[in-house]
C-alpha cells in the first residue's frame, strides 16, 4: 500500500504523516503552479465550485506524474482558502499574499477583514483509490480578538505570513490572535484529519 500526497505543505504532510503510521508515504508536487483564481466571483456557491475545479487539477496533474510508474495505490490532494467578508457584507477569497507586496496586502486583510470579526477557512481534498472517490470541502469558522496597529505590525514583522493563505498560521504565533474556532482545528492548519482519516480507513488504509 501507497500513499501519495500531491502537496508542497510542510504542514499537509506532517499532519497526514501522524496517522500513517508504517503506511508507505511519500510527497508528490504538482508540476505546476498554474491554477484559476477566484477574481470576479462573489458567491459561496461560485467559491465552492472554483475550489474543486482547482484540487481537480492538482490531482489529475499528480496523477499523470504517478502513470508511469504505477506505484500508488492512494493520491490525497488538498487546497485551502480563507473566505472572508468586508463590512458592507461583500465576500472575497484571500489566498497567499503576493510576494512582492506581501506586508501592505496582509495588513489590509487583518484590519479589514480578521480584527474583531469571523472569517471561513474551506479546505477541499480529494482522494482517490482505484474505484474509490471522495472529495470534500470542510469549513471551520474562526474568530480574531481585535487588532490594533501595534499587533498586527508585529504579527508582519514575524514575516509568518509569507506563503500561507489568509496571510497567517494558526498553528504558530497567529494562535495568540484567536478568541474562537468553530469546527476543525486541523482544517485551518491545511487538512482536516478528522474527515481525512475516516475516509483512509473506509478505503481501508488505515486498518481498524
Known amino acids: 500500500m501507497s500513499v501519495v500526497l500531491g502537496s508542497r505543505s510542510p504542514r499537509r504532510r506532517e499532519l497526514l504523516q501522524s496517522v500513517l503510521g508504517n503506511v508507505d508515504f511519500r510527497i508528490v508536487p504538482p508540476a505546476s503552479d498554474d491554477e484559476p483564481g477566484f477574481n470576479g466571483l462573489h458567491s459561496a456557491?461560485?467559491?465552492?465550485?472554483?475550489?474543486r475545479e482547482i484540487v481537480a487539477l492538482k490531482h489529475a496533474d499528480v496523477s499523470a506524474q504517478l502513470a508511469a510508474s504505477q506505484s500508488a495505490d492512494v493520491v490525497i490532494c488538498a487546497d485551502t482558502i480563507v473566505v472572508a467578508w468586508s463590512a458592507d457584507k461583500e465576500a472575497v477569497v484571500l489566498g497567499k499574499p503576493p510576494?512582492?507586496?506581501w506586508q501592505q496586502t496582509v495588513r489590509h486583510w487583518f484590519a479589514e477583514y480578521y480584527s474583531g470579526r469571523h472569517h471561513e477557512v474551506w479546505t477541499c481534498f480529494r482522494i482517490t483509490m482505484g474505484d474509490q472517490f471522495c472529495e470534500s470541502i470542510v469549513k471551520t469558522k474562526v474568530l480574531f480578538c481585535t487588532l490594533d496597529d501595534w499587533t498586527i505590525d508585529w504579527y508582519i514583522s514575524t514575516d509568518e505570513s509569507v506563503g500561507k493563505a489568509g496571510g497567517y498560521g494558526i498553528q504558530g504565533r497567529a494562535s495568540m490572535l484567536v478568541?474562537?474556532?468553530?469546527g476543525s482545528f486541523t482544517n485551518v492548519v491545511g487538512l482536516p484529519m478528522?474527515?481525512?482519516t475516516r475516509t483512509l480507513r473506509d478505503f481501508g488504509v488505515l486498518e481498524e
Do not use: G, I, P, Y
Open 194 to 196: 478528522m474527515e481525512v
Open 179 to 182: 478568541l474562537a474556532v468553530e
Open 99 to 101: 510576494v512582492e507586496s
Open 45 to 51: 456557491e461560485q467559491f465552492e465550485t472554483r475550489l
